[in-house]
């Protein structure tokens, strides 16, 4: 059975950073990412890491402050927030794809976990 379990997520202020964390289970590729959906909006793909390869690419609305890395362990990824904004505030997913790892849209992707939501306060 794949598992993916988030952690990490909380209030912060405006400027404030957070580091939320995926440990996924019960499937072996490599391709995993971190969505987000805010209230009355869409969700939207945020990272992707190629835990094989450390390849990664995150979208240029957080290019700069958001770093996607992974873990020692095995399927464990991390999402390194820095100088977060009101407009980052979302449930962030984390996802795994089976896959090639060339894509964000959320329809690559294979097993979610069940989210871990991020506030920024202005």
């Known amino acids: 059975q794949v598992q993916l379990v988030e952690s990490g997520g909380g209030s912060v202020q405006a400027g404030g950073s957070l580091r939320l964390s995926c440990v996924g289970s019960?499937?072996?590729?490599?391709?995993m990412a971190w969505f987000r959906q805010a209230p009355g909006h869409e969700r939207e793909g945020v990272a992707i890491?190629?835990?094989?390869?450390?390849?990664?690419h995150v979208v240029d609305s957080v290019k700069g402050r958001f770093t996607i890395s992974r873990g020692s362990a095995k399927n464990t990824v991390y999402l390194l927030m820095t100088s977060l904004r009101p407009e980052d505030t979302a449930v962030y997913y984390c996802?795994?794809?089976?896959?090639?790892?060339?894509?964000?849209?959320?329809?690559?992707?294979?097993?979610w976990g069940q989210g871990t939501q991020v506030t920024v306060s202005s």
């Open positions: 890491i190629n835990t094989a390869s450390g390849g990664a």
């Open positions: 019960g499937y072996s590729r490599n391709c």
């Open positions: 996802a795994a794809s089976l896959g090639s790892c060339g894509s964000l849209s959320e329809y690559e992707f294979n097993y």
